[in-house]
């Protein structure tokens, strides 16, 4: 029978104490204040602002103009558009199609949206199959 070093015995110990006294942090909240107003931070709203006040600049944030944005929305609400859940408010039909922007402007991807990178890009490549039939 091999005995363990006294450096083994006191390696464990360490780290069953370290298991032990390590206590897993409780959550103060669930969601974040300002994730919960995201309507409010949305670039929806500067899409809405910019539609009443600067067509020229909802040009540029855009690439393309009020017209063609609404109609291209209405062509494609049906197959973007999700539903809300108790948990969560789903992110809407104009935010999934003005997420495409991102396409052009990728260095401004994760300072200028609401919408997590994760579901930015599972949202991009949805609604861009949506245009090339995948």
Partial sequence: MVHPSRKEIFTMSVTIGICLVKKKKRRKIWCKKWLM???KFSHISLIKELQISAPDDFFNYLRMNT???YALLEIIRPDIEKQDTRLRKAISAEDRLAALR?????TQTLNST???PQSLSEIILETCGLFTGN
Avoid: N, R
Wanted: aromatic share 14%.
């Fill in 67 to 69: 017209d063609t944005f």
């Fill in 37 to 39: 107003e995201k309507d």
């Fill in 102 to 106: 991102f396409l052009a402007t990728v």
């Fill in 114 to 116: 609401i919408i997590s």
